[in-house]
């Protein structure tokens, strides 16, 4: 019980290839114990019941925690790819956007715990201007059309363009932006070192010498159906906003285009024939969504991206997006630990701020929605509901 | 000077044949003295010298007043074709929604003065529950076939399809709604006995047969540039909403759209393709007019129109429809002449209400921001400038 570890990229590691991004108890945990602490706790059986199932087998026949890790690290300098975690001056800040959305039911709204990411670009830098193009997988000739077409003058004008990294809509976007030789960003549903689908290793070659692939998965993670759902909560808070290009009735991309709307993002889509099964979900949402703007070419999208009125933003009035927080604000918010509840000079002393300070700025983020009092005088994130 | 006429829709008849709906010298002059007086003024030449200048030589050169509604009335006969003017029973309501707009330069906003109708039903209760189905002339067959489509199913739902007559998109919902044996309207920019275009005269036999055809104008007259646009107005004001199907970058049927929205009425739109130029101008519509919805069958048509919330209703905040007023109110705002400014009395004796009942109706159409007071007690209708 012993070759424990001694830093936190580490233990996010070593927790992400335990257990699934999104767990409540082992946020919970994390929040408590720290990484460090959550790990020794998983290995010395000092957890709920259901994360000691969850992640029992593993622990019990793996590897210690610290050769673990090692072997971890070892497979992702394999691959040529780095670990981001939460403070690292390269970890996008729109992502904690995400804290805001954690809610015990909805697993997918809680934050990555950390990054895998393949690729020279600084994550945080390429993102800053960036925007989702996704869709339909069995995309019609049109929607690849339209998608390619939109994906390449948005990276003629600086926009990085972030997608699934899927067959159809999201390969037509990536290889649209390569086109023209701008940015453009992979999330994937699997490992960094076997993208997923592997009809698309051409494009993902491509990708990592000239945008980044991102994954929350460990190297060797095989892909899966929650994971394709977990990536899409990336995808909508690592961007500005959202296109969909093609949606059939049931599409995924729906669900991207929820996150983004939850996340206060942009939402839009480009509109397409009414006989098309394929435009259906696109319709749909439109339908569904009032705050959803429809656009026919990037000019728009930019428009629409940077029109930041509240009629084109979904977002619920009283959201302010975490980008929007001053630094002491930012700080506290990422020190509060998710789902958990936390006394002020605790957080203080977790963002590295002044007693005084922080009591004042945990004030203003308890005016602007961010978190709430407690009766005993400590303080927890506040879920918001969508809507 | 001397054979005049003794009655209003004669009178209406004869104005109408000499002077083009929606001028704000003439429906001022038979606020002031009524449709009678107005044909005494133009042949006693007692008119504004622009008034003068228009109906000159026509009253020079033609018939006495008398004569000339009798030819009128003959034409009308010969086509089996009847005149409506306000206050008749199958006067449909909602055209008075056209007073709140009237303004000096939009000539285009005013009511109709009387029209000439043919068919056997009653306007008014065709109307009731109506939608226009509207779009570019040079439609794509997939416009003709979404537009044919929407209205059959809309008008087996049993809504009267408004439409222009024109070739293209008009023509298709047409032929939609009496392919399935249903009610429709054809609101013409030329005389109800020439129908235009020539092309779809089989289908105006039809109409007449199964539905009404409708004109602005006297029969013989041809259609003209600004007859187009006028009787654009009109299928906004006749119906409940308004869905452009296919329009062309600046094609006609986005001012019906713009009417429509201003009138307080639903405006929706089926998408297409953004490839294709004749969605252009519908996707402009949706970018422009945020009230704008997305529609893609005749259920959510009909969702829309019913769903009558705030934010699906494109009406100005401050704006009551016609439809919404009670009876007196509705006979002030019909006695009120356009434009005229009038004293209480004179127009409770007009709509035949008590001078007591039409000073507590006319607060209230204060209130609601139908008419305004000036200074020295009297009334005159507000217009509403459209957003």
Redesign the interface.
Known sequence: MNTMLDNPRAALMVLSSIVEPGDADLDDLIGEAGPVGAVEALWSGQVTERLARLSGATVAAGPDPARRAAALQEATEACGARVLIPGDADWPVRLCDLYRLGEDDDPHLRPPRCLWVRGEGDLAAVCRRSVAVVGARAASE?GK??AGWLAADLAEAGHTVVSGGALGIDRAAHQGALGRGGSTVAVLPAGVDRPYPRANQAMFDLIVQRGLAVSEWPPGTAPARHRFLARMRVIAALTAGVVVVEAARRSGALHTAEYAARLGRVVMF??????SSL??GV?RL??QH?GA?????AE?VIEDLTGRTD?TRSQPADVTPFEALTAVEQWLVEAMPRGFIAEDTRLAAAAGVPVDAATEALQRLQHRGWIEQINDGRWRLRAVTGS
Chains 1, 2 share one sequence.
């Open positions: 049109y059309h339209i480009t509109p397409g024939p009414v006989t435009s259906e319709h439109a339908r009032r703007r429809l656009v026919t070419r728009e009629s």
